[in-house]
């Protein structure tokens, strides 16, 4: 299985982005999928989810009301529109796979089965 994202970059503050997160050579769509980033200094953390058929998603408190996490079954993606982005949304951004149909609040909360490799968005003020 490889997950391959994209659609990291820099931008001002307030400038939205869509990261992609294609996975192949998987059961993708019977899969939960997972956002998390690591930012300068930190550990990782959790971003978004969404369960295996997209009928549930979950945010951190953080990006609530400014991320949406969606994906598209037949494209096996996974995507993260990240709208009024703030400085602090600067980190190396992972897309991970979570080999279950639980809803998208259990995904993410111990080991995911598979990672990619992440894509840069750098937020500057």
């Known amino acids: 299985v490889q997950l391959q994202a994209s659609g990291g970059g820099s931008v001002q503050a307030g400038a939205s982005l869509k990261l992609s997160c294609v996975v192949s050579?998987?059961?993708?769509?019977?899969?939960?999928m997972a956002w998390f980033r690591r930012a300068p200094g930190k550990e990782r953390e959790f971003v978004s989810a969404?369960?295996?058929?997209?009928?549930?998603?979950n945010y951190a408190e953080a990006v609530k009301g400014r991320f949406t996490i969606s994906r598209d079954n037949a494209r096996d993606t996974v995507y993260l529109q990240m709208d009024n982005l703030k400085v602090e949304d600067t980190a190396v951004y992972y897309c991970?796979?979570?080999?279950?149909?639980?809803?998208?609040?259990?995904?993410?909360?111990?080991?995911?089965?598979?990672w990619g490799k992440g894509t840069q968005v750098t937020v500057s003020s």
């Open positions: 050579g998987g059961d993708f769509s019977n899969w939960g």
């Open positions: 969404i369960s295996w058929a997209g009928g549930s998603t």
């Open positions: 991970a796979v979570e080999k279950t149909r639980d809803r998208a609040t259990f995904i993410g909360r111990y080991a995911m089965d598979y």
